[in-house]
């Protein structure tokens, strides 16, 4: 009987801590489900990323909320190809044409305005063509096409480079016979061109907010501003998790209510470089 009761004692302990066990397997499991969702991924222009906003942004929105926010930063056209394919879980870009399209297919939710700036046009302080101190960006274009003065394209798709190609259209400019000439494409983030066009001082299309960030600018300086053709919308969209299940809905809509909560929106009219400020928030509340 004492026997019996000796094996019958070890069976416990073993059941116990076999219990004991799975239930601390079950309880990490349940804490990296719980760790997985409050992670989201969102697909963005390089302006956002290079102009330093989302290291301003995302600090104060983890603080609150505890969901950590994975950045991919590419140009627009890229970002909403990265939220049709279900990669992202947000898309916060600048092309509203190009936004209403995604929304219209499908594709995302609703689309937020979040913020605003604008486009200058940088080139050379010689100035070749001489557009300095003018205000109307077609015209500029024109003269610098009539010139076959160096210009630096993105030529990535991105929200700038889609303003860009419309300002040519506007100027009547056919940029075919000028491409590898005086027109060079990048294919590449604001950044990186507006180190070409310093490099090889050339004109250049580029949103405020990476300017102002920007420290190699060589011989550049600001040559063309203030044209309302070159105002520049931020839009932020919810993939659509009815097309993507894996789309983080909870924590994707807690991200884009926080940007155009007076909360977020403030934390966009603080960020500033040198004292100026390079977004400008106008959710619509």
């Given at each position: 009987m004492a026997t019996d009761r000796r094996l019958t004692t070890r069976l416990e302990a073993r059941l116990g801590a076999l219990t004991g066990a799975m239930l601390l397997a079950v309880g990490l499991a349940a804490a990296g489900a719980a760790q997985a969702q409050t992670s989201i991924t969102v697909a963005s222009t390089t302006s956002t990323e290079q102009s330093g906003l989302f290291k301003h942004l995302l600090p104060a929105f983890e603080k609150?909320?505890?969901?950590q926010v994975k950045v991919v930063a590419v140009g627009t056209g890229q970002a909403l190809d990265i939220g049709r394919r279900g990669d992202?879980?947000?898309v916060f870009v600048h092309d509203a044409k190009a936004e209403e399209k995604f929304i219209a297919e499908g594709a995302g939710v609703k689309r937020f305005e979040v913020m605003y700036n604008d486009f200058v046009l940088a080139g050379p302080k010689s100035d070749p063509a001489k557009i300095a101190g003018g205000k109307d960006i077609v015209e500029a274009l024109r003269r610098i096409a009539a010139a076959g003065a160096p210009f630096a394209s993105r030529a990535d798709r991105s929200g700038t480079h889609a303003a860009e190609?419309?300002?040519?259209?506007?100027a009547g400019v056919d940029l075919a016979p000028g491409k590898g000439k005086w027109y060079k494409e990048t294919g590449s983030g604001m950044g990186p061109t507006l180190n070409t066009a310093a490099g090889m001082n050339a004109y250049v299309l580029t949103d405020r907010g990476t300017w102002l960030s920007f420290r190699n600018r060589g011989d550049l300086a600001i040559l063309v501003e203030g044209d309302k053709r070159l105002f520049n919308q931020y839009g932020v969209m919810l993939v659509n998790p009815g097309k993507h299940p894996q789309v983080k809905?909870?924590?994707g809509q807690k991200f884009i209510d926080w940007l155009i909560s007076p909360e977020g929106q403030?934390?966009?009219?603080?960020?500033?470089?040198?004292?100026?400020q390079l977004f400008f928030p106008n959710a619509a509340h």
């Open positions: 609150k909320t505890g969901i992202a879980d947000v190609l419309r300002y040519w259209q506007g809905q909870e924590a403030a934390t966009i009219a603080d960020y500033k470089v040198n004292g100026e």
